[in-house]
């Protein structure tokens, strides 16, 4: 499977954007998730959504009633709707693929494909 990120772009705080991952090839996965990194940080968690056997979602606090991520299984898309952004969210955010179980999808190492990043940029 391969995972191509895009969306990311440069708007004000309280702005919103809509990331899109869309997977080729194989793809047969657990969960997808999404992660962002900010400069000199470590990447993090932002939010999962288990591919099958229902459309559970998994947010991180930090974004938790901001952002909604959601799921096309016919096009192989995943959608990270983000609104009322603030600064703190600028960094370079990545989608992913996980076989792993529930208790693990807030750990980047479960995931065993991951997109290219699309920065996103919040001015305040």
């Known amino acids: 499977v391969q995972l191509q990120a895009c969306g990311g772009g440069l708007v004000q705080a309280g702005g919103s954007l809509r990331l899109s991952c869309a997977a080729s090839g194989r793809f047969s996965v657990n969960f997808m998730g999404w992660f962002r990194q900010a400069p000199g940080k470590e990447r993090e968690f932002v939010a999962a959504i288990r591919w099958m056997g229902g459309t559970a979602t998994y947010y991180a606090d930090s974004v938790k009633g901001r952002f909604t991520l959601s799921r096309d299984m016919a096009k192989k898309l995943t959608y990270l709707q983000m609104n009322g952004l603030k600064p703190n969210d600028t960094a370079v955010y990545y989608c992913?693929?996980?076989?792993?179980?529930?208790?693990?999808?807030?750990?980047?190492?479960?995931?065993?494909?991951w997109g290219q990043g699309t920065l996103v940029t919040v001015s305040s």
């Open positions: 992913a693929a996980s076989n792993g179980i529930t208790s693990t999808v807030y750990a980047p190492t479960t995931y065993h494909t």
